[in-house]
């Protein structure tokens, strides 16, 4: 899995995807959440094709996008660049796919609000029925 993973944050890594084995579903699950993680949607979508996904509390790529988010791309060596590209064409893949707003989102989109104000109000640009209420609304219980 470690040599997979390697491979695939390598820019050749398009190369690799024919050669390499996936047959092994969670291996291939994590990989596919590491690259929703890492923003690579191109890369992500390439491998997506040759998964057949069947286990969906291993593959979550929602939660890692969420997760990873940032609007900044390396462009080779120690190089970064404002590119939101990946992230609007993650956004379409989860529209498209119906990606179901859950529970463990919703916690990490108010953990967001709070800590990371700037890229809460990105994502939000970008899926905007993941806007999240009020912290204390979502924690409150009601006893009666």
Sequence with gaps: ??????????????????????????T???????LAY???FELFNALKSKIDVKDKALFD???????????????????????????ALFASYFKENGYEFLPHH????????LNQQPYF??????????????PEDFFSISCK
């Design 1 to 26: 899995m470690e040599a997979k993973q390697v491979l695939l944050s390598q820019r050749s890594a398009t190369l690799w995807l024919d050669i390499l084995d996936f047959d092994d579903h969670p």
């Design 28 to 34: 291939s699950y994590m990989a596919l959440n590491q």
């Design 38 to 40: 890492d923003g690579k």
């Design 61 to 87: 790529p929602l939660y890692f996008f969420l997760l990873g988010y940032s609007e900044l791309t390396t462009t080779g060596g120690n190089s970064f660049a404002f590119d939101d590209t990946d992230n």
């Design 106 to 113: 919703q916690r990490l989109m108010l953990e967001k609000k």
């Design 121 to 134: 109000e990105k994502i939000t640009t970008l899926l905007p029925k993941f806007e999240v209420s009020k």
